[in-house]
C-alpha cells in the first residue's frame, strides 16, 4: 500500500508579481545596475497598480531606461503565468541590446531572429520572448496557436508606424526582379492611357522631370490583381526571394491595394493600416507601449489602430541631455558642408546622417556607408575610435552612440521615408501635415542617436534646405517634444550672436559646448527653461492634431473592414469623420476620398465614384490620377416620385452619400436640442420645423412667423396632409395643462383649418412632460399629448434609417431611400398616429 500523505504536493508559485520585487531579487552579477532610477520606479509601480489594463503607453525619454522597465514588465507577466509573453524591437541590433539587458539583470529569456528561437524557455511558457516587430507581423510568424500571445510589449513604439507598415508592402526592385518589374509596368500601363495619362506614367519611367513617383489609378490593383499574382509565381523561387512576405501577407487583399511606381521600383501598399486584423492586437491581450515621446498621438494610432488613454509618464528628467542646434541657413558666410566637416574632425569624431545612398555619393571623401552584411560591425568600430568619421543613410533608430562615443552630428538633409508611398503623398501630394508628424517623430529620433540621457551632451549641424525651412516653422517645432522645441530656438539665439559664419567659427563653438565651456554652461541654464514656441501655435497643433487622430482611428477601421470583406461599414468609417478631418487637413480629407471613390468604382458604382473623386481632385490636385468624369451607365434612372419625403431623400442622394452623411448629422442635432434642457423654447421650436424641413416637407413656424396659429407645422404638398406641434416643453414634471392652454390650443386648430383649408388636419400634437390635464379645461378629440422623448425616438429612428444607406452602392442607396420615402409610417399621417395615442382629454382629472 502507498502512503499518499508522505507523497510531495506540487510547491505553491512563489515568483512575484511586482516587477520591483523582482528587480530587488535579481542576482548581484558583475555588472549588474545597482538601483532603478526614479523615473524606472515611478513607471513600474503605476503599471503594476493597473496592471489589468489592455493598453498602458509608459514614456520615458530616450537615454532613460525603457528597455530595463519592458524587461521587468515582461518578467512580471511571466510570473503572473497569463499566457506567451513578447517583447518587440524595431532591429535584430536592438534585439540584442535587450537579450544584454537581460543578462546584467539575471533574468531567463528567449530571443527570436532570423526564423529560430534561441532555446525553448519560451515555448516551454518559462520566459518571454524578444524579437523585432518584423518577425512578430510578418505573416508566417511563430506567434500562433499555442504560442498566441498573451501580452506584448512594444519597444519604441513611436517609430512602430513605419515598421509595420513595411509589413504590408510588397516592394519590386527593377535591379532585382527586372522581368516582373516590366510586366507590372505594362499591366498598369493601359489603366494610365484609359484616362488619357499614359504619357504621365512614361514621364516617371524615363525620369524626366523632378516627380520621381506616381500613383496608380486607385482600382488598378483591383483590376489587375490575379495578372500580378500570376506575375509573381512565374518568378524562380519567389518564396525563396524578398518577395515573399509581401506577398504571402497581401495575398487575398493586393485588390485593395495602392500601387506606386518609380523608375526602379513598384510598391504594392494598403493606403491605411489594417492593424485591427491581429488578434494581438485585440481584446483579451495585455499591451504596454514604451515611447519615448507621444507629445502627438496621430501616427502612434496610425500603427496600432488604437488612442491609448492610460498612460505613464514619470515625472523625471533622465534622458533631458542637453543639446546645442545650428541651422546651416543662418551661418553668416554659408561655408560649404564638406568643408565644416573637415573642420570638426580636426577636433572630433563625426555622424554624419544622410536620407539617401545617392547622397552618400557626396560625401566620399569623408567615408562611405557601411554594407547591410558589415553595418554592425563597423558601427562597433567607430563608437571604440577616439576619431573619425561614421557616415548614417536613411536610419533613425537602433543606433546608439552615447557619451564619449559621439558627441557630434552633421545631418544633411530631412530624414525621409524609405518607401515610394512616403514620398508620393509628400512630393506629390503635398499632404505636409501628415509628413510633420512623421518628421517630427523622425528627428527626435534622430537627435537621439547620440544624446542618450540626462548627462549627455552634444552639438548638430543640420543642412538641407528642406530640414533647414522645416525648423524655422513655428508650427512644425511645436509638434517636436518640449525640450527640443526649447533647444531649436535657444540654437536659433546662439547663431544670432555669432559674429562669424565660417567653418572655422563653427566648429570652435561647438568645441565651446564639448569641452564645457563655462559661458555656455551658463548661458544654457539660464536660458533653455525660457523658450517656447507661441501659445497660439501650440493651440493650434494640439487642436489639429486631436482631431487627426480621431481619423487615424477611422483610417485603422475601414482598412481593417476592407480586409474583411465589410465594404460597406469600410465606407461609414471613413465618411463618418470626412468633414471633421477637412476641417483640420482638408488635404487629408481628399486623400480620403481618393479611396472611398475607389471603394465604389471597384464595385461598379461609377456615380459616386466620381462623386468622391471630384472632392479628392479640388483638395489635393487637378492632376491626381483619379476619373473626372462621371460614366454614368443609366442604371439609376429618374423614377416617378409619390411623396415629398421621397423627393427630399433622392434629392440629398444625388450628391453622394456624403450628402447623405450630412443630412444624418443634422438630423441628430435637431433630435438633440429637442431634449437639452438647456436649449431655450424658441430653439427647441426651430430644431422641429428644421428637422421636417431637412426631410422634404415645408415647415414653418405660424406663431413665431405671425403671432398666431401653433407653434410649427410639417405640409405634404404632394398627399396634401400635416402635422402641426405645439411646444410645452419646459414645463415641469408632472406637468399641468390648464384651461388657458387647452383653449389655445382649440384656436391653432381652428387657425390651421382658415388657413390651410386644403391640408387635411388630424389634430394638433401638444409635446410636452406627461402630466394631468386640469379639470376646468375642456379638450377636444382633436388635441394629442406627446412626451418630448416619444418624439425624438421617433426623430432619431428615422434618422438611423437614412444613416444606414451610406455605405451602399449609388442603386442599392437609391433603392433604399425611396422605399423610405415611400413608407406609410414616415409620410405626415404616419407620424400622426404613431404620436397620437394620448388624447390630452384622457388626462383630465
Not at 290 to 298: D, G, H, Q, V
Not at 583 to 605: H, I, K, N, P, Q
Not at 709 to 732: H, M, Y
Request: proline share 4%.
Amino acid at each position: 500500500m502507498i502512503d499518499f500523505n508522505n507523497l510531495p504536493r506540487p510547491k505553491a508559485n512563489l515568483a512575484p508579481l511586482d516587477p520591483l520585487e523582482i528587480f530587488a531579487k535579481t542576482p548581484n552579477l558583475s555588472n549588474a545596475p545597482n538601483d532603478l532610477w526614479k523615473g524606472q520606479a515611478e513607471a513600474l509601480r503605476r503599471w503594476h497598480d493597473q496592471r489589468k489594463s489592455e493598453d498602458t503607453a509608459i514614456l520615458l525619454n530616450t537615454g532613460a531606461g525603457k528597455s530595463i522597465v519592458g524587461v521587468l514588465i515582461a518578467q512580471s507577466l511571466v510570473n503572473e503565468q497569463i499566457g506567451p509573453v513578447v517583447f518587440t524591437c524595431s532591429t535584430i541590433d536592438l534585439v540584442a541590446q535587450t537579450a544584454k539587458e537581460c543578462d546584467r539583470l539575471g533574468i531567463a529569456y528567449s530571443a527570436r531572429v532570423q526564423g529560430t528561437f534561441s532555446n525553448d524557455l519560451f515555448e516551454t511558457g518559462k520566459a518571454f520572448c524578444i524579437t523585432t516587430y518584423q518577425a512578430l507581423f510578418s505573416p508566417m510568424n511563430a506567434f500562433t496557436k499555442e504560442k498566441k500571445p498573451a501580452a506584448v510589449i512594444f519597444d519604441d513604439a513611436h517609430v512602430a508606424e513605419r515598421m509595420i507598415r513595411d509589413a504590408f508592402t510588397l516592394s519590386i526592385s527593377k535591379a532585382d526582379f527586372p522581368q516582373l518589374y516590366a510586366e507590372i509596368v505594362e499591366m498598369v500601363r493601359p489603366e494610365f492611357e484609359r484616362l488619357g495619362k499614359g504619357a504621365h506614367l512614361q514621364f516617371i519611367l524615363d525620369q524626366v522631370g523632378q516627380q520621381s513617383v506616381t500613383m496608380c489609378p486607385p482600382v488598378t490593383a483591383s483590376d489587375c490583381q490575379n495578372q500580378i499574382l500570376e506575375a509573381i509565381k512565374r518568378v524562380n523561387n519567389w518564396r525563396g526571394t524578398e518577395l515573399a512576405f509581401g506577398t504571402i501577407r497581401l495575398w487575398e487583399n493586393i485588390g485593395r491595394c495602392a500601387i506606386f511606381v518609380s523608375s526602379n521600383e513598384i510598391e504594392i501598399t494598403p493606403p491605411f493600416i489594417p492593424t485591427g486584423v491581429f488578434d494581438f492586437l485585440g481584446k483579451g491581450v495585455r499591451r504596454v507601449y514604451l515611447s519615448a515621446t507621444l507629445e502627438f498621438e496621430t501616427d502612434f494610432v496610425r500603427a496600432f489602430g488604437r488612442r491609448v488613454a492610460n498612460r505613464i509618464e514619470p515625472d523625471n528628467d533622465a534622458g533631458n541631455g542637453e543639446r546645442l542646434i545650428l541651422l546651416s541657413s543662418e551661418f553668416r558666410d554659408k561655408p560649404e558642408k564638406k568643408a565644416v566637416a573637415d573642420e570638426i574632425l580636426k577636433a572630433h569624431k563625426l555622424l554624419v546622417s544622410i536620407p539617401s545612398y545617392p547622397k552618400a555619393q557626396a560625401w566620399k571623401a569623408i567615408g562611405t556607408p557601411p554594407t547591410r552584411v558589415k553595418f554592425s560591425e563597423e558601427l562597433q568600430a567607430f563608437r571604440n575610435s577616439s576619431s573619425g568619421a561614421f557616415i548614417l543613410v536613411s536610419r533613425i533608430d537602433g543606433i546608439d552612440l552615447p557619451q564619449d562615443t559621439c558627441r557630434v552630428m552633421l545631418i544633411d538633409g530631412a530624414p525621409s521615408g524609405a518607401n515610394l508611398m512616403d514620398h508620393y503623398l509628400f512630393q506629390h501630394l503635398s499632404l505636409s501635415n501628415l509628413f510633420s508628424t512623421k518628421m517630427a517623430s523622425r528627428i527626435t529620433q534622430l537627435l537621439g542617436r547620440i544624446n542618450r540621457g540626462r548627462s549627455d551632451y552634444s552639438a548638430f549641424v543640420v543642412y538641407g534646405g528642406d530640414l533647414n525651412v522645416w525648423l524655422k516653422t513655428e508650427r512644425n517645432v511645436a509638434l517636436l517634444p518640449p525640450l527640443i522645441r526649447k533647444q531649436v530656438i535657444l540654437g536659433n539665439t546662439v547663431q544670432q550672436g555669432m559674429t562669424k559664419g565660417d567653418a572655422a567659427a563653427i566648429s570652435t563653438i561647438i568645441s565651446q559646448v564639448i569641452s564645457r565651456d563655462s559661458g555656455w554652461l551658463q548661458f544654457y541654464r539660464d536660458t533653455v527653461d525660457g523658450l517656447e514656441v507661441s501659445d497660439e501655435a501650440l493651440k493650434k497643433v494640439k487642436e489639429r492634431e486631436a482631431q487627426l487622430s480621431k481619423s487615424a482611428v477611422a483610417e485603422c477601421a475601414f482598412m481593417t473592414r476592407l480586409w474583411q470583406g465589410d465594404t460597406e461599414n469600410a465606407r461609414v468609417a471613413l465618411l463618418d469623420v470626412l468633414d471633421d478631418t477637412a476641417m483640420a487637413d482638408a488635404r487629408l480629407a481628399g486623400w480620403y476620398s481618393v479611396w472611398l471613390g475607389a471603394s465604389y468604382e471597384a464595385e461598379g458604382d461609377k456615380i459616386t465614384s466620381t462623386a468622391h473623386y471630384k472632392k479628392a481632385r479640388s483638395r489635393l490636385s487637378a492632376w491626381l490620377n483619379v476619373p473626372f468624369k462621371s460614366e454614368f451607365d443609366g442604371v439609376v434612372q429618374a423614377a416617378e416620385i409619390t411623396t415629398m419625403l421621397q423627393e427630399g431623400l433622392l434629392a440629398v442622394n444625388h450628391h453622394g452619400p456624403q450628402a447623405v452623411g450630412d443630412l444624418v448629422a443634422k438630423l441628430k442635432v435637431q433630435a438633440r436640442v429637442l431634449l437639452e434642457e438647456a436649449a431655450s423654447s424658441n430653439q427647441k421650436e426651430e430644431a422641429v420645423r428644421l428637422f421636417g424641413e431637412l426631410l422634404g416637407f415645408t415647415a414653418s413656424r405660424p406663431d413665431n412667423e405671425f403671432g398666431l396659429g401653433p407653434d410649427v407645422i410639417w405640409v405634404d404638398e404632394v398627399s396634401k396632409s400635416g402635422v402641426a406641434f405645439e411646444l410645452k416643453t419646459q414645463k415641469n414634471y408632472p406637468a399641468e395643462y390648464s384651461k388657458q392652454e387647452v383653449g389655445q390650443a382649440h384656436n391653432h386648430v381652428q387657425w390651421l383649418q382658415d388657413n390651410h383649408p386644403d391640408i387635411v388636419w388630424d389634430g394638433l400634437l401638444v409635446v410636452g412632460p406627461a402630466g394631468i390635464c386640469k379639470p376646468e379645461a375642456s379638450p377636444s378629440d382633436a388635441l394629442f399629448l406627446v412626451e418630448t422623448g416619444a418624439l425624438a425616438v421617433k426623430m432619431r429612428e428615422l434618422t438611423a434609417k437614412i444613416d444606414d444607406t451610406r455605405g451602399k452602392i449609388a442603386i442599392e442607396r437609391w433603392a433604399l431611400l425611396k422605399e423610405i420615402g415611400s413608407l406609410a409610417e414616415w409620410q405626415l399621417k404616419g407620424w400622426f398616429k404613431v404620436l397620437a395615442t394620448v388624447p390630452l382629454k384622457s388626462l383630465k382629472q
